[in-house]
């Protein structure tokens, strides 16, 4: 009897010891988690609320004022409708374009890593550098772009340089970037499909590639291509560094975006209370891009 | 499969070709350019090899008029900073929630989720005012801190270490190992693929990082690459487009050296991450 009860107390404080190791080594993790994550969010809900400035000495509540004054504000307007447009534009071709890419690469043996490396490169380098590179290619008078359309007798637009414009040539540079990403991410979903699917296929009488495609692949790639969905519409939704680059929102507004706004309203402006607003909506865009991720998640038909 | 080059076969290297060209191009051009002056290239023409040569000139230029050498320095050390911070902080917590038993790890697991839902675009404000509270603008400290969690680290290693088998940390145990000593002797060794694959992850994506050091940094000597060489453009009034492709080259060269020698890691560092970011 009291041996059972000597070595329950033993489990227990072996138990209990391995706890406290637990806590030990996840501390340093919490506590920078509550720091740098859980307080700001929390404080910048908190500033929504408020009229905060950066310099004024004191500050009041002001209830839902600031995000009143959001629903009015052109400029907001603006600055979400640009964030869709260029989305809308940037995660549809960038998606199929990396598919594409990567079907290709998949296809033909030869020259396969050379080419991954090329459409990879432009995401393994600096984009604010080439932003400047892609600034001169677009320039409306010397740029290569415009001198190259010249010779087939069109004349160009001055590509970030006019409102209508602007954002089909961020948009440009935006799926130049993030095209090499989606293709691995994709090549990767493909080594994944078994072989023995396709030959199953081919014995049921599925002949053509496209039908393969329509049948076997595209179903088979339905967890990555959710995935890579999610994953280019929040970095679109989070455009700042060609902008900042290159069109500093305008001309006209016509590139004010979403995180562009928050950062002039915030940083330049140092309407922090208003700004904290903006930050509320642009993390609750996110938090609906999640939900929604999982919600397709959950409904995903698994093959394998 | 038949290495004859059907019809189909040329259609596809040559759209595959076609389209490397195309996304080549901007590399292309910033190696033209960074060669030409001022005249060749207000000529506009599409010739890529320079007539003059300039290439002395606008290196000169780009070395001078911002230090460089200072913010490749600054982008090393803040990196590498991160990187260090980021993986002694997430491994242990990671190996607490994937190994051992506690009763928070619900609450950690909700923290986590937390943290990958909400980027430092939405922070910034709260931390830009308490650094400026603290007099800590401008400082290693503030480019640093806020990146010495990384919540997607612990989420990455937690996925590594739960497939490692309880064996091995049992084996140590008995061995008279403390939980530290395991961390650091077996689970460390143990995880270098996801440590590389992490690190490849971190450093781009704080060597890239715009938003935050633009923030917290005004002061030329704390600027991080991306930060120096909008400070270039600045100070470039005019449009010397072949200074400014020679800044652009010199600054894009240390990554794109480090991804063209180790491009398999590379990949294989951002697909493993990107499996679930």
């Not at chain 1, 600034?135 to 004349?155: D, E, V």
């Not at chain 1, 930050?279 to 394998?304: N, S």
């Not at chain 2, 619900?106 to 603290?134: C, E, N, Q, S, W």
């Not at chain 2, 971190?202 to 715009?210: E, G, K």
Request: glycine residues 6%; hydrophobic residues 55%.
């Amino acid at each position: 009897m009291a041996d059972i009860a000597l070595s329950f107390s033993a489990v227990e404080t072996a138990g209990r010891r391995e706890a406290r190791t637990a806590w030990l080594l996840a501390s340093p993790a919490i506590l920078l988690m509550l720091l740098f994550i859980v307080l700001p969010t929390i404080a910048v809900i908190v500033l929504g609320f408020t009229d905060f400035e950066l310099g004024y000495g004191s500050f009041r509540f002001v209830g839902l004022e600031n995000y009143a004054e959001l629903i009015s504000d052109r400029t907001f307007r603006r600055s979400l409708w640009n964030t869709t447009v260029y989305t809308a534009i940037v995660t549809p071709v960038s998606i199929v374009l990396g598919l594409g890419i990567a079907l290709l690469i998949e296809s033909e043996p030869r020259g396969r890593d050379f080419f991954r490396t090329v459409y990879f490169l432009p995401v393994a380098s600096l984009l604010v550098a080439m932003a400047t590179v892609w600034q001169y290619l677009f320039h409306p008078s010397i740029g290569p772009l415009n001198t190259f359309l010249a010779l087939l007798g069109i004349s160009g637009p001055n590509w970030l340089g006019a409102s209508s414009t602007v954002i089909y040539g961020l948009s440009i540079i935006g799926i130049w970037q993030s095209v090499g990403f989606n293709m691995v991410l994709f090549l990767a979903g493909l080594t994944a499909i078994p072989r023995e699917l396709y030959s199953a296929a081919e014995v049921d009488g599925v002949k053509s590639s496209i039908d393969r495609f329509r049948l076997v692949t595209w179903p088979m790639l339905g967890p990555t291509t959710l995935f890579v969905t999610t994953i280019s519409v929040i970095n679109s939704v989070k455009v700042f560094e060609t902008v900042k680059t290159l069109t500093e929102g305008g001309p006209n507004k016509a590139s004010e975006v979403l995180l562009w706004t928050i950062y002039q309203e915030g940083f330049v402006f140092l309407r922090v209370g208003y700004a904290s607003a903006m930050t509320v909506v642009f993390l609750a865009i996110l938090v609906v891009l999640m939900v929604l991720q999982y919600r397709f998640l959950d409904r995903q038909v698994h093959y394998t | 499969m038949t290495q004859t080059l059907t019809l189909g076969r040329f259609f596809r290297l040559s759209l595959l070709s076609l389209g490397a060209l195309m996304f080549l191009a901007p590399y292309i051009f910033m190696v033209s350019t960074a060669g030409k002056d001022q005249s060749e290239i207000f000529s506009a023409s599409l010739s890529l090899i320079p007539q003059h040569f300039a290439y002395m000139a606008n290196f000169t230029k780009a070395l001078t008029r911002v230090s460089m050498q200072n913010l490749l320095l600054n982008g090393v050390i803040v990196c590498g900073l991160i990187l260090v911070l980021q993986v002694v902080v997430a491994v242990p917590c990671a190996y607490a929630l994937a190994k051992l038993k506690f009763g928070a790890a619900r609450f950690m697991m909700a923290l986590v989720m937390l943290g990958l839902l909400v980027p430092i675009h939405a922070t910034a404000l709260p931390l830009y005012v308490a650094f400026d509270k603290l007099s800590l603008l401008n400082s290693y400290t503030a480019l640093v801190a806020p990146f010495s969690i990384s919540v997607f680290g612990i989420f990455l290693f937690l996925q590594f270490f739960r497939a490692m088998p309880d064996d091995l940390i049992h084996a140590a145990r008995l061995d008279g190992m403390s939980e530290a000593g395991i961390v650091a002797r077996v689970i460390v060794p143990n995880a270098w693929p996801a440590v590389t694959a992490f690190a490849i992850f971190s450093v781009v994506a704080h060597w890239n990082d715009l938003f935050w050091p633009l923030i917290v940094v005004t002061n030329q000597s704390y600027a991080t690459p991306p930060l120096g060489l909008l400070f270039f453009r600045a100070a470039e009034a005019g449009d010397d487009y072949g200074a400014l492709m020679a800044a652009t080259l010199i600054i894009t060269l240390p990554l794109v050296i480090a991804f063209l020698l180790a491009q398999k890691r590379f990949v294989e560092g951002i697909t493993m991450t990107g499996l679930k970011g």
